[in-house]
């Protein structure tokens, strides 16, 4: 509800659980020039798909929070959403108004803004800090009632909202080199606010910050909330925030929404493998050191410029679905998981174990040998028979240099519904989609 509206004609009526912001097939691709990674990594020319096709609403009121690890595309989102960056396809409505793919953002740009993490570089060194908090004011020609005397209202404007952030009129002439970065973050916030705006983005607002500052500019944007009934989307890679500031909150992997649920459902009731592999991989305080040596993490984040087919968290999943018919343990689904995408992306160092081998015998090692050594680097599970003599086979194909016949021979096997079709459900992994 808008504190400026008046009251007679428009009675409050409360709109939360009303979408604000309503996010369809979101994507956002950065044509760039190739990176040695990315060469590396298989991604050729191909764009980077930061933001691949995301849906969500932002409810009145609450907090979305987006999580997930650095690169997947939660900044981008956030930008994409504010326009910041223009969206590849896909549209946001602002209040039940699509925003148009050209045309007059102005109104759009007051009610929606941006914090982000690092105050230090977000506001202008050689500017004192109330002219930074006025500045927004200016740039709006704010008041927009059009009473009393625009620089005096401004002025009252800028020492309201500066001290509601809990800092002092008096500061309001410093530099920014003069405050701590906690300071500074709630200068940020008042920069933010000083247009009123309904909606605002929090990009890991915290995570610049010391621990001890952390909890004390989470309870200033929440009590902030309450009082002007703001709509946050809040975007961290740290979970432990995430849950102390929201209502709901998004997971992503790789430019994807995998799920989305209310706070405390997805810390009490993960269904994403990934979802439930971030909650694992959060530092516990009562967990040993020795308890915690399995990194549920594990694993290179495939490259965003050619992500895996299927489901993309596929090539990192403790729970691939194993083909109908084929009765074996998870970690030996792995182990042969894992073989298969060497074998795709041509990682396996042939060359290297065949000189090795050279040279403890006389002559050339044959191809059965290079391959049984390749299997005993490879595969560190006890495979069960007839799995063992398969992939010994698909390794005799490397061994002989043909690679492709050895990803046929095993995809043959061994191909995963997460491999060949992309999930769609509510949780977006196939476990759940049966
Ligand atoms: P997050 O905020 O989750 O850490 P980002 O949204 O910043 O992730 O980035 C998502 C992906 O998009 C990353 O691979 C990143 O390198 C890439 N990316 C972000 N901005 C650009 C850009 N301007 N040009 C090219 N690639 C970009
Ligand atoms: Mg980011």
Redesign the pocket.
């Known amino acids: 509800m808008s504190r400026d509206t008046p009251s007679v004609e428009t009675a409050p009526t409360d709109r939360h659980g009303e979408a604000l912001v309503s996010v369809r097939d979101l994507e956002k691709h950065?044509d760039?020039g190739v990176s040695l990674l990315d060469r590396l990594l298989g991604g050729g020319s191909n764009p980077?798909r930061?933001?691949d096709g995301v849906s969500f609403d932002i409810n009145r009121g609450e907090t979305l929070g987006l999580v997930?690890?650095?690169?997947?595309?939660?900044?981008?989102?956030g930008?994409t959403i504010l326009r910041l960056?223009s969206p590849t396809a896909g549209s946001v409505s602002f209040d039940g108004d699509p925003l148009a793919e050209r045309g007059d953002l102005t109104g759009f740009r007051r009610n929606a803004q941006i914090l982000f993490q690092d105050p230090f570089s977000s506001l202008d060194p050689r500017m004192p800090v109330g002219e930074s908090v006025r500045q927004p004011l200016e740039i709006h020609d704010w008041p927009w009632d059009g009473q009393g005397n625009p620089a005096e209202r401004r002025h009252e404007r800028v020492a309201e909202l500066i001290e509601r952030v809990g800092l002092s009129t008096t500061q309001l002439d410093r530099y920014p080199g003069e405050f701590s970065g906690g300071q500074l973050q709630r200068i940020g916030i008042a920069r933010a606010l000083a247009l009123d705006p309904d909606f605002v983005v929090l990009?890991?607002p915290t995570s610049a910050l010391d621990v001890s500052v952390q909890a004390q500019v989470l309870n200033l944007l929440a009590d902030l909330q309450s009082e002007f009934d703001l709509t946050y989307l809040f975007?961290s890679?740290d979970l432990g925030v995430i849950r102390y500031i929201c209502d709901r909150i998004a997971v992503?992997y790789l430019?994807e929404i995998v799920e989305t649920a209310p706070a405390e459902q997805l810390f009490t009731d993960p269904r994403h493998p990934y979802t439930e592999a971030l909650l694992e991989s959060v530092p516990r305080v009562d967990l040993q050191e020795r308890e915690r040596d399995i990194d549920p993490l594990a694993g290179d984040v495939p490259s965003?410029r050619n992500p895996p087919s299927g489901c993309r968290f596929r090539t990192r999943c403790p729970a691939v679905i194993p083909p109908d018919g084929l009765d074996i343990e998870q970690e030996s689904f792995r182990a042969i998981t894992d073989v298969r995408d060497r074998i795709a992306d041509r990682e396996i160092a042939v060359e290297t174990t065949r000189d090795a081998l050279a040279e403890t015998t006389e002559g050339e090692p044959g191809e059965e040998r290079v391959a049984a050594r390749l299997y005993d680097r490879l595969v560190d599970v006890e495979l069960p028979e007839p799995e063992r003599r398969r992939v010994q086979e698909g390794l005799q194909a490397v061994a002989a240099g043909e690679w492709d016949r050895a990803a046929e021979h095993l995809r043959e096997r061994y191909e995963s519904v997460c491999e060949t079709d992309h999930p769609t459900g509510q949780v977006s992994c196939h476990l759940f989609e049966q």
Request: glycine share 16%; net charge negative; charged share 20%.
């Open positions: 950065y760039t980077v930061a933001v997930g690890e650095s690169g997947c595309g939660k900044s981008t989102v930008q960056e990009d890991e975007i890679h992503m430019g965003p």
